[in-house]
């Protein structure tokens, strides 16, 4: 066996999955998909049985044990007091800002390049979201704009943990304690990352997570929670994410609030899945690892800063030839995917928040691609996507 095979067997995988051919397809025909859900789903389909059973004699669809069974598991994990379940990822940054009493007449600083709801939540609360643009290698948020968009009406920074790996939380929590604002973490893409032997979703004083299925940790339908070490502003989130009630009488209304709550059975498939992230994870850093030695000259792989070592939600690399290696890499049997290709400031509905040019963000929304990456990969399947690339780009 391969080190690269033992090590994906120790993290309770079988390298030699996807050997299977398929025809129509160039070179060899091994398919890569973008992610296979399939093969994480099989994993854990035996412990869910119990999921079901408990549920279905319970009756408790909404809350219960199981929602506070994993939350506490969440916390643990993340190495918080609390985490605070709710329905999605945006939601959870969404209610963080509210929480904070962040709003109408706020700025909150967050980077040009990431998911839209970085940018939604933000508006969402009432707030203005000030896009900043990120650093080249990396393409984190970057300190030193973050710095120079402080204004009086600043109130929060909120730092993306980008395809699997921390900003530098560092100078930012320095740069926020400086300046009073709060920092959150938009830790979506980052489940059990960590900065410095800190995890992820600990270091600002609240941490924004999304269970989106193709996450790092998914459920099977959509999840998010906060985490925070903040005793009030966890009771805060409690109530905002359902209907504003007090705390002591449920038919006491402290605040307006929404329905955000994470159901029971999402709960529990996320519970048992938290047992095996971290082998997921290993997985994810041999594949990255693999795709790091074998990749072609032509194409260079977003870096990775050595005291934040990444979770690898996806694998990105950066090429002047995106359309042609897209097309190539179809044609061997491999999908792909951009995130993102247009950064938030450019995007119709953001384009009033927009203050002029953020050129290396711009940059790199032409030219990142993102490589099929998700545990379940096989060593041939990234040996196929590398080779498949160097035949196309040659
Ligand atoms: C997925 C994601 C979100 C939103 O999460 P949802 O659960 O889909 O609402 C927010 N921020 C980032 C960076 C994400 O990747």
Same mark, same amino acid.
């Given at each position: 066996?391969?080190?690269?095979?033992?090590?994906?067997?120790?993290?309770?995988?079988?390298?030699?999955?996807?050997?299977?051919?398929?025809?129509?397809?160039?070179?060899?025909?091994?398919?890569?998909?973008?992610?296979?859900?399939?093969?994480?789903?099989?994993?854990?389909?035996?412990?869910?049985?119990?999921?079901?059973?408990?549920?279905?004699?319970?009756?408790?669809?909404?809350?219960?044990?199981?929602?506070?069974?994993?939350?506490?598991?969440?916390?643990?994990?993340?190495?918080?007091?609390?985490?605070?379940?709710?329905?999605?990822?945006?939601?959870?940054?969404?209610?963080?800002?509210?929480?904070?009493?962040?709003?109408?007449?706020?700025?909150?600083?967050?980077?040009?390049?990431?998911?839209?709801?970085?940018?939604?939540?933000?508006?969402?609360?009432?707030?203005?979201?000030?896009?900043?643009?990120?650093?080249?290698?990396?393409?984190?948020?970057?300190?030193?704009?973050?710095?120079?968009?402080?204004?009086?009406?600043?109130?929060?920074?909120?730092?993306?943990?980008?395809?699997?790996?921390?900003?530098?939380?560092?100078?930012?929590?320095?740069?926020?304690?400086?300046?009073?604002?709060?920092?959150?973490?938009?830790?979506?893409?980052?489940?059990?990352?960590?900065?410095?032997?800190?995890?992820?979703?600990?270091?600002?004083?609240?941490?924004?997570?999304?269970?989106?299925?193709?996450?790092?940790?998914?459920?099977?339908?959509?999840?998010?929670?906060?985490?925070?070490?903040?005793?009030?502003?966890?009771?805060?989130?409690?109530?905002?994410?359902?209907?504003?009630?007090? @705390?002591?009488?449920? %038919?006491?209304?402290?605040?307006? +609030?929404?329905?955000?709550?994470?159901? #029971?059975?999402? =709960?529990? $498939? &996320?519970?048992?899945?938290?047992?095996?992230?971290?082998?997921?994870?290993?997985?994810?850093?041999?594949?990255?690892?693999?795709?790091?030695?074998?990749?072609?000259?032509?194409?260079?792989?977003?870096?990775?800063?050595?005291?934040?070592?990444?979770?690898?939600?996806?694998?990105?690399?950066?090429?002047?030839?995106?359309?042609?290696?897209?097309?190539?890499?179809?044609?061997?049997?491999?999908?792909?995917?951009?995130?993102?290709?247009?950064?938030?400031? @450019?995007?119709?509905? %953001?384009?009033?928040?927009?203050? +002029?040019?953020?050129?290396?963000?711009? #940059?790199?929304? =032409?030219? $990142? &691609?993102?490589?099929?990456?998700?545990?379940?990969?096989?060593?041939?399947?990234?040996?196929?996507?590398?080779?498949?690339?160097?035949?196309?780009?040659?």
């Amino acid at each position: 066996m391969t080190t690269v095979e033992s090590a994906l067997t120790d993290a309770g995988l079988d390298p030699d999955h996807g050997r299977e051919p398929s025809r129509g397809l160039s070179g060899g025909g091994l398919r890569v998909p973008f992610a296979d859900l399939a093969m994480q789903t099989a994993e854990v389909r035996a412990e869910l049985d119990e999921v079901w059973t408990d549920l279905l004699d319970s009756h408790r669809f909404i809350g219960g044990d199981v929602v506070e069974a994993f939350e506490r598991d969440w916390a643990a994990y993340c190495d918080t007091d609390f985490a605070v379940s709710v329905a999605n990822g945006t939601d959870s940054l969404h209610l963080i800002l509210r929480a904070l009493g962040i709003g109408s007449g706020d700025e909150v600083v967050v980077p040009a390049n990431t998911f839209v709801a970085t940018a939604e939540a933000v508006v969402l609360s009432g707030a203005v979201p000030v896009f900043v643009d990120v650093l080249p290698e990396t393409l984190l948020i970057d300190p030193a704009q973050v710095e120079a968009a402080l204004t009086p009406r600043t109130a929060a920074i909120v730092p993306v943990h980008l395809f699997g790996q921390m900003a530098d939380m560092t100078r930012l929590s320095e740069i926020a304690q400086r300046a009073g604002v709060a920092l959150v973490e938009d830790a979506a893409q980052a489940h059990g990352a960590f900065h410095e032997e800190r995890q992820a979703g600990s270091l600002g004083v609240a941490g924004s997570f999304s269970f989106y299925p193709g996450k790092n940790l998914g459920a099977f339908g959509d999840g998010g929670a906060v985490t925070t070490s903040d005793p009030a502003l966890a009771a805060r989130l409690r109530s905002l994410r359902d209907h504003g009630r007090g @705390l002591s009488d449920r %038919y006491v209304h402290d605040h307006v +609030g929404m329905n955000s709550r994470l159901d #029971a059975l999402q =709960a529990g $498939i &996320l519970s048992v899945k938290l047992r095996h992230l971290d082998g997921w994870t290993a997985a994810r850093r041999v594949h990255a690892a693999a795709y790091r030695a074998q990749l072609p000259r032509e194409v260079q792989m977003v870096q990775e800063a050595v005291r934040t070592p990444s979770v690898h939600h996806l694998a990105v690399v950066r090429t002047d030839r995106r359309q042609q290696a897209m097309e190539g890499l179809a044609r061997f049997g491999v999908d792909t995917g951009i995130h993102y290709p247009v950064p938030c400031h @450019l995007q119709e509905p %953001y384009a009033v928040y927009g203050r +002029g040019p953020l050129p290396v963000a711009e #940059a790199a929304a =032409a030219e $990142i &691609l993102s490589l099929p990456m998700f545990p379940h990969l096989t060593p041939d399947q990234v040996s196929h996507v590398c080779r498949s690339l160097g035949a196309v780009l040659a």
